[in-house]
T-cell receptor, first 111, second 111 residues
C-alpha cells in the first residue's frame, strides 16, 4: 500500500463550479500536511499547508481528518488557471523534514 | 531574489557517462532534497540532507551520489550505474517542516 494515495482524475470541472478531492495517508504518526500545485512540465509549488482546524486561502479550502487519515482540498469558483495537478504531501512524524508525495490529482477546468 | 536554482535545465547523457546536476539555494534552509519524477508518476526521493556534511539515502538512491560541503549547495551525480536515468530531477529545500520549495528542475535524457 502506498504511503500517500490520491485519485489521479482527471476531474473535469466547468468554469465557476466547485471541485473537491481527497488524499489518504497510511502512517498515523504523520505530522504535517500540504497541498502543492504542479503545472505540466514545471516544478511543484506550495499551495497551502493543512492545519488541524482546517484553513482557507481565497477560493481554496483544506481540511484534515486525522481519525480517518485523509486531507481534502476544495476549490470554489474554479478558474481556467486552476487547471493543474494537485499533489498531496505528508511529512512522517519519525522522519524530520522528509516528505512523502502522492502521485497527484489532475484537475481540468473547462470554459 | 531568494530561491533555489537548478542547472542545467536540460541535460543529455551518453551511455556510460556520469553527469552532475547543480542545486544552489540562498534561502538559508538546512534541509535539501533530490527527487526524481517520471511521466505520470509521483516524486520519489533520491537523497536528502539535513545538515552540512551529512546526507541520507532516500527510496531510490542506487546509481546516484551526492555531497553537501556547503549549506547552499547539494549537487547530484547520476552515475553510469543508474540504468534508467531519463527523468525530471527536482531539487528542494526546507526549513524544519514548514513545506519544501523546489527549483525549476533538470530534464535528463539519455542519448
Amino acid at each position: 500500500r502506498k504511503e500517500v494515495e490520491q485519485d489521479p482524475g482527471p476531474f473535469n470541472v466547468p468554469e465557476g463550479a466547485t471541485v473537491a478531492f481527497n488524499c489518504t495517508y497510511s502512517n498515523s504518526a504523520s505530522q504535517s500536511f500540504f497541498w502543492y500545485r504542479q503545472d505540466c512540465r514545471k516544478e511543484p509549488k506550495l499551495l497551502m499547508s493543512v492545519y488541524s482546524s482546517g484553513n482557507e486561502d481565497g477560493r481554496f479550502t483544506a481540511q484534515l481528518n486525522r481519525a480517518s487519515q485523509y486531507i481534502s482540498l476544495l476549490i470554489r469558483d474554479s478558474k481556467l488557471s486552476d487547471s493543474a495537478t494537485y499533489l498531496c504531501v505528508v511529512t512522517l512524524g519519525d522522519s524530520w523534514g522528509k516528505f512523502q508525495f502522492g502521485a497527484g490529482t489532475q484537475v481540468v477546468v473547462t470554459p | 531574489d531568494g530561491g533555489i536554482t537548478q542547472s542545467p535545465k536540460y541535460l543529455f547523457r551518453k551511455e556510460g557517462q556520469n553527469v552532475t546536476l547543480s542545486c544552489e539555494q540562498n534561502l538559508n534552509h538546512d534541509a535539501m532534497y533530490w527527487y526524481r519524477q517520471d511521466p505520470g508518476q509521483g516524486l520519489r526521493l533520491i537523497y536528502y540532507s539535513q545538515i552540512v556534511n551529512d546526507f541520507q539515502k532516500g527510496d531510490i538512491a542506487e546509481g546516484y551520489s551526492v555531497s553537501r560541503e556547503k549549506k547552499e549547495s547539494f549537487p547530484l551525480t547520476v552515475t553510469s550505474a543508474q540504468k534508467n536515468p531519463t527523468a525530471f530531477y527536482l531539487c528542494a529545500s526546507s526549513i524544519d517542516v514548514g513545506g519544501a520549495f523546489f527549483g525549476q528542475g533538470t530534464r535528463l535524457t539519455v542519448v
